[in-house]
Nanobody, 114 residues
Framework: VQLQASGGGLVQAGGYLRLSCTVS????????MAWYRQAPGQERELVAS???????AYANPVKGRFIISRDNYADAVYLQMNSLKPEDTAVYYC?????????WGQGTQVTVSS
């Protein structure tokens, strides 16, 4: 499986970004997907997940601000990030589990200035 994330950047607090992740070499529609993030000096943490049938879940710090979605025709998963805060600064990774192994994309940097 290959995962390619994009859409990160530098934004002011209160702004928004939309991350995209295109996925190849799997039957995308059958896979649960997720976004994680890792801030400097911190452990990687789950941000949001979406099941193959569209069910979503969010970490408490992003509830009400972030929206995860998927497009099974485009083999892509998205993360709409609104009302961004400096504490959202991190490298964001899209991920899935393929044959029992968690696979990671290369990550995209999100920096929120105060």
């Amino acid at each position: 499986v290959q995962l390619q994330a994009s859409g990160g950047g530098l934004v002011q607090a209160g702004g928004y970004l939309r991350l995209s992740c295109t996925v190849s070499r799997i039957m995308f529609a059958a896979y649960d997907m997720a976004w994680y993030r890792q801030a400097p000096g911190q452990e990687r943490e789950l941000v949001a997940s979406i099941t193959s049938d569209g069910g979503t879940a969010y970490a408490n710090p992003v509830k009400g601000r972030f929206i995860i979605s998927r497009d099974n025709y485009a083999d892509a998963v998205y993360l709409q990030m609104n009302s961004l805060k400096p504490e959202d600064t991190a490298v964001y990774y899209c991920t899935t589990v393929d044959r029992g192994v968690r696979r990671w994309g290369q990550g995209t940097q999100v920096t929120v200035s105060s």
